[in-house]
């Protein structure tokens, strides 16, 4: 009689999505380092290349609004120029670095 209460939907993890708009030459790719779990200062997360100047980076597991700071690479190797960007778990945000 007395039951237990399961709890049947998974808990998904927060995603954030940075999308970056540039075009870093056939067979490069990109890559985004940062301050929050999972992402790292040492070793950057493949970003997915959606056109000739679009590369989608889905990062599962930022806190929702909690603050990071992030930079894309090309190849893992060449960092973007200027200072680091900053934006929140659970956000979609658009940047066009320089290189």
């Given amino acids: 009689m007395g039951g237990q209460?399961?709890?049947?939907?998974?808990?998904?993890?927060?995603?954030?999505?940075i999308r970056v708009h540039k075009d870093?030459?056939?067979?490069?790719k990109v890559t985004i380092r940062g301050s929050a779990a999972p992402l790292s200062w040492t070793a950057g997360q493949d970003c997915a290349n959606r056109a000739s100047d679009l590369w989608v980076c889905t990062v599962a597991g930022i806190p929702s609004g909690t603050s990071f700071q992030y930079k894309p690479l090309i190849?893992?190797?060449?960092?973007?120029?200027?200072?680091?960007?900053?934006t929140t778990g659970g956000s979609t945000v658009d940047i066009t670095p320089t290189f």
């Fill in 75 to 86: 190849n893992d190797t060449t960092w973007s120029q200027g200072g680091d960007y900053t």
């Fill in 24 to 28: 870093v030459g056939y067979g490069n």
């Fill in 5 to 17: 209460t399961i709890d049947i939907y998974p808990a998904f993890p927060t995603l954030t999505t």
